[in-house]
């Protein structure tokens, strides 16, 4: 059945509309840029939303998301300051701030900043020691994220942060590591248990410095004591002999005091004899010891002398050697 011609041309003009259409009409999804060539060279980069172009003239030659992205750098080897091996693999996070300069800037953006952080990676690894890389992490991902912001300028890509996922070194460091962890630890348990020793002996040594002063205070404030009292009785005796002179003083002045004394010391004279055999072998006796009437009158002779304030005299007054003082004074 021949088909007419007019039909044949309208179902060809319904097909290059529907492709037109198709291809003319772009929407552009949110945190999305899309570049647009006309002819084979750049001509805009459409924005979020229904965006119209010249079929066949204009297409869309590279798609980019603006979102973070996260990307997984793969194990990879480097060697310290000291010549350790080290495996290492990371995360990086980046994000395209320029879609134009991504898509003209480098053939595969997301390819080469993998590239350009395992090499920083690298370089910085071979500036530290193995105990500075385990000690400072966060400064390595620091540099390594500085590093390739500095080198990736040009390629409209941001390197938002770096982390590094696990470190491993070789099995013989991995031993060397747990035998000097061993020993840090043996050392602290040896340096706190001197410590100890030390810090017991010190109170031992101050206990028993106190112990020794508070036992020589307690003995100074006992002896204090004792001299306050021995003197407090030798005051009390020397003023309760001081009033019982006085008494008897104030009572020879009185009438019949005299005679009173008389009879006390021809008493005490008396007795004084009476315990001379009884004290000592050796005996000195007077002259007339078998009388005693005039033993009497010799003592009262003294008493009555040493009341009047002369020296006794005569033939029965006794004699004062002139080793002793004499209670008169010179002549």
């Not at 315990?275 to 005996?283: R, V």
């Not at 009388?291 to 033993?295: L, P």
């Not at 010799?298 to 003294?302: R, S």
């Given at each position: 059945m021949p088909v007419d011609t007019s039909t044949l041309?309208?179902?060809?003009?319904l097909l290059i509309f529907m492709i037109a259409l198709v291809k003319g009409v772009k929407k552009v999804p949110q945190q999305q840029a899309w570049i647009v060539e006309r002819?084979?060279?750049?001509q805009r980069k459409l924005e979020p939303g229904l965006n119209f172009l010249i079929p066949f003239i204009d297409e869309v030659r590279y798609k980019h998301s603006l979102k973070e992205q996260a990307i997984d750098v793969q194990q990879q080897t480097a060697i310290t300051k000291d010549n350790v091996t080290l495996r290492i693999d990371g995360v990086l996070y980046v994000?395209?701030?320029?879609?134009?300069?991504?898509a003209y800037g480098v053939e595969n953006v997301h390819y080469a900043v993998v590239q350009l952080a395992q090499t920083t990676m690298r370089s910085e690894i071979g500036k530290m020691s193995l105990d500075t890389t385990f000690e400072e992490r966060e400064t390595l991902n620091a540099n390594i994220v500085t590093a390739i912001n500095e080198a990736s300028s040009n390629w409209g890509i941001q390197c938002m942060r770096y982390?590094?996922?696990d470190i491993d070194p070789p099995q013989t460091v991995l031993k060397a590591m747990e035998l000097q962890v061993a020993a840090e630890r043996q050392k602290r348990a040896e340096i706190l248990e001197s410590e100890g020793r030390q810090q017991s002996m010190i109170n031992i040594a101050e206990g028993e410095k106190r112990e020794v002063v508070l036992a020589s205070e307690a003995s100074m404030t006992d002896q204090i004591n004792r001299a306050k009292g021995e003197a407090e009785a030798i005051r009390a005796v020397a003023e309760a002999t001081a009033q019982g002179i006085q008494f008897v003083a104030e009572a020879i002045k009185k009438e019949g005091g005299s005679d009173a004394v008389s009879l006390r010391v021809a008493e005490q004279y008396v007795k004084a004899f009476e315990?001379?055999?009884?004290?000592?072998?050796?005996?000195l006796l007077p002259a007339s010891a078998n009388?005693?009437?005039?033993?009497v009158a010799?003592?009262?002779?003294?008493f009555d002398a040493i009341r009047r304030g002369k020296r006794p005299s005569g033939k029965g007054a006794p004699k004062i050697s002139s080793a002793s003082p004499s209670p008169w004074g010179e002549d």
């Open positions: 041309f309208t179902i060809v003009f002819l084979g060279r750049f994000k395209i701030i320029d879609a134009v300069s991504a982390e590094i996922k315990k001379l055999a009884k004290e000592s072998n050796t005996l009388d005693a009437g005039s033993m010799q003592a009262l002779t003294v």
